[in-house]
């Protein structure tokens, strides 16, 4: 618990986000805009939650030693185990996301409010070449310094981060019975399935949703199904081809 937060909504008797106001992790965004990952559910050993070298930080067991990760899981490998790490709360999921959005970008903060609401109103207007539109717009003001260092799990991060800082409800690296689902966004009316290739093609990702029966984990839910199936271009640092598809 952060005391000052604690005594902050105590004073003003209102429930906001005091815990990250009170400690922007300035240097730590400055770490993921050098080699960006997708931190919605991550794992790490034991040896490496505990390790830390001031001189050479690692970012993950550092952002879970300083409070911006928590411990959401574990599974046993023989005497060893593997943590799973993601966000404590969705104040802190939100509030650590949109702040690496102007790092992320060369855009202000009026071209990155437009860029949000343009992808919020497209996606609960059922809109998907408007919300992929407004994707590619973003990733337009994306340094190419940002993603000529990575593969397909840096685009996918961006993207990632990119939604949330939206405000749509994502998550990233969904687990099937058959596979992980890249992305999943759900909104009132509507579930968009999102499976990402790098220099492949749309149709690979379809088919991948397709053949893994991604959609059913969904059926129950009562929305409309939609797949989307997106190929970025490493080249041109862009979405490139986008599939779309009616579950």
Request: net charge negative; charged share 25%.
């Amino acid at each position: 618990m952060n005391p000052v937060s604690f005594g902050r909504c105590l004073c003003e008797r209102k429930f906001k986000g005091y815990w990250y106001e009170t400690g922007t992790p300035t240097f730590l965004v400055n770490m993921l805009k050098r080699h960006p990952v997708d931190l919605s559910q991550v794992e790490v050993t034991e040896e490496e939650l505990g390790t830390y070298e001031p001189s050479n930080p690692s970012l993950v067991p550092l952002l879970y030693q300083t409070g911006y990760l928590t411990i959401t899981g574990f599974r046993a490998l023989g005497n060893k185990r593997r943590y799973t790490l993601g966000f404590p709360n969705e104040e802190v999921s939100d509030a650590f996301n949109s702040s690496l959005m102007p790092v992320y970008t060369d855009m202000d903060g009026i071209e990155l409010g437009s860029i949000q609401d343009r992808c919020a109103e497209a996606l609960l207007a059922h809109d998907v070449d408007g919300f992929v539109e407004a994707m590619r717009d973003f990733f337009a003001n994306v340094p190419y310094t940002l993603t000529d260092r990575g593969g397909e799990q840096v685009f996918q991060a961006i993207l990632y981060t990119v939604l949330r800082f939206v405000g749509v409800c994502v998550r990233a690296e969904v687990v099937t019975n058959r596979g992980r689902i890249d992305a999943v966004i759900r909104c009132p009316d509507d579930v968009y399935v999102i499976e990402i290739k790098l220099d492949k093609s749309a149709q690979e990702a379809m088919d991948q949703i397709r053949e893994k029966g991604y959609a059913e984990k969904y059926r129950a839910s009562g929305r409309r199904i939609t797949l989307i199936g997106m190929n970025f271009s490493s080249e041109k640092r862009q979405i490139g081809d986008v599939l779309v598809e009616e579950a």
